[in-house]
T-cell receptor
């Protein structure tokens, strides 16, 4: 069965530090998508990124970057020069297109950026 | 463009009662997914509806049910409420089936408290 593990329950860093959120997934499918979502204190989850299993290129969007490594089944998320506004719960998620055909979320990592 | 609207936002019920939650997706979105969010379990998938058909269902008891109407609005119902049903219930919509797009648009949720 598909599974997403976010081992870091809670992380605190001081503003301007870099921080990496880990995500490890399990799947028997060869065709799948991986995602990251952000849930700020206001509560509404916001989509950040989608990667498909055939594209291992790393992605950078401003201060955000994602490292996808199939060899270690990981899809880690790095925030560079963190800001207080980055404080949120971040969820990694997975969908298997040929099997369960649903999106499964990890339990999330709560990130505190301290001023 | 209006976002995903969930009603009611907050509700309190007692054990044994039943509850119906409503979700209006973004106009043009035909998929509605429901998730239960609790502090210990994170986001757990309940079910997804696409064009009035249930596409997938999570591992929840039969007390949890849902439906989707021709205008894509969806409702979920929980019967014979238990204390453990206290949670934030999130609805998410997408144009295509959720697993195929991954870019879900979430509502603010309905926070259910069972006493």
């Amino acid at each position: 069965a598909q599974k997403v593990t976010q081992a870091q329950t809670e992380i605190s860093v001081v503003e301007k530090e870099d921080v990496t959120l880990d995500c490890v997934y399990e799947t028997r499918d060869t065709t799948y998508y991986l995602f990251w979502y952000k849930q700020p204190p206001s509560g509404e989850l916001v989509f950040l990124i989608r990667r498909n299993s055939f594209d291992e290129q790393n992605e950078i969007s401003g201060r955000y970057s994602w490292n996808f490594q199939k060899s270690t089944s990981s899809f880690n998320f790095t925030i560079t020069a963190s800001q207080v506004v980055d404080s949120a719960v971040y969820f990694c998620a997975l969908s298997e297109l040929n099997r369960d055909d649903k999106i499964i979320f990890g339990k999330g990592t709560r990130l505190h950026i301290l001023p | 463009k209006a976002g995903v609207t969930q009603t009611p936002r907050y509700l309190i019920k007692t054990r044994g009662q039943q509850v119906t939650l409503s979700c209006s997706p973004i106009s043009g979105h035909r998929s509605v997914s429901w998730y239960q969010q609790t502090p210990g379990q994170g986001l757990q998938f309940l079910f997804e509806y696409f064009s009035e058909t249930q596409r997938n269902k999570g591992n929840f008891p039969g007390r949890f049910s849902g439906r989707q109407f021709s205008n894509s609005r969806s409702e979920m119902n929980v019967s014979t409420l238990e204390l453990g049903d206290s949670a934030l219930y999130l609805c998410a919509s997408s144009v295509l089936p959720a697993a195929n797009t991954g870019e879900l648009f979430f509502g603010e949720g309905s926070r259910l408290t069972v006493l």
